[in-house]
T-cell receptor, first 112, second 112 residues
Framework: TQLLEQSPQFLSIQEGENLTVYCNSS?????LQWYRQEPGEGPVLLVT?????EVKKLKRLTFQFGDARKDSSLHITAAQTGDTGLYLC????????????FGQGTILTVHP | NAGVTQTPKFQVLKTGQSMTLQCAQD?????MSWYRQDPGMGLRLIHY???????DQGEVPNGYNVSRSTTEDFPLRLLSAAPSQTSVYFC???????????FGPGTRLTVT
């Protein structure tokens, strides 16, 4: 079974601060996705990273896929209250076709 | 543009009762999946399907059945509800696991 460990589980910061969420595994993934979920709704895709060492930027969000494709990070610069939510990473195992593995999630609260 | 729809949105069952959670998508996606979401545990895969007539077990399949008679529909059956099945259930669809997963709004199930 492929596992994804996300850290931290909870993050409470002030508006304007920077933060990083980590997603780590001992398994190699073909690709890794990051989702954001708001209360009462389903997760929505933020980004997919596919190549080892890949860095993708989405406005104030920077996503990185580790060289060995076993880990990923999400960095938010100058957090805003609208960034509040649950952030989930999810790995596509490739050889385990059909089984997308999710991390436990990081609950981010940004205070004004 | 409906995307992924789930019914019902809320359900309360007594222990031992059975029910079917409905999921439908109108995007002609071959891959569909069911997840349960519990606090601190992210999303756990229950069952998935890579096309009509083809289903397979995920991480936590016990107590649940699925079938896929059409591309559009992927119902999840609870055979004999137990309190441990109290959770929020999400259905998702995509072209394949490595692509963006489109999630439904979820069904909040309570088993007493």
């Amino acid at each position: 079974t492929q596992l994804l460990e996300q850290s931290p589980q909870f993050l409470s910061i002030q508006e304007g601060e920077n933060l990083t969420v980590y997603c780590n595994s001992s398994s190699v993934f073909s690709s890794l996705q990051w989702y954001r979920q708001e209360p009462g709704e389903g997760p929505v895709l933020l980004v997919t990273v596919v190549t080892g060492g890949e860095v993708k930027k989405l406005k104030r969000l920077t996503f990185q896929f580790g060289d060995a494709r076993k880990d990923s990070s999400l960095h938010i610069t100058a957090a805003q209250t609208g960034d509040t939510g649950l952030y989930l990473c999810a790995g596509d195992g490739g050889t385990s076709y059909g089984k997308l593995t999710f991390g436990q999630g990081t609950i981010l609260t940004v205070h004004p | 543009n409906a995307g992924v729809t789930q019914t019902p949105k809320f359900q309360v069952l007594k222990t031992g009762q059975s029910m079917t959670l409905q999921c439908a998508q109108d995007m002609n996606h071959e891959y569909m999946s069911w997840y349960r979401q519990d606090p601190g545990m992210g999303l756990r895969l229950i069952h998935y399907s890579v096309g009509a007539g083809i289903t397979d077990q995920g991480e936590v399949p016990n107590g649940y059945n699925v079938s896929r008679s059409t591309t559009e529909d992927f119902p999840l059956r609870l055979l004999s509800a137990a309190p441990s099945q109290t959770s929020v259930y999400f259905c998702a669809s995509s072209y394949n696991p490595g692509y963006e997963q489109y999630f439904g709004p979820g069904t909040r199930l309570t088993v007493t």
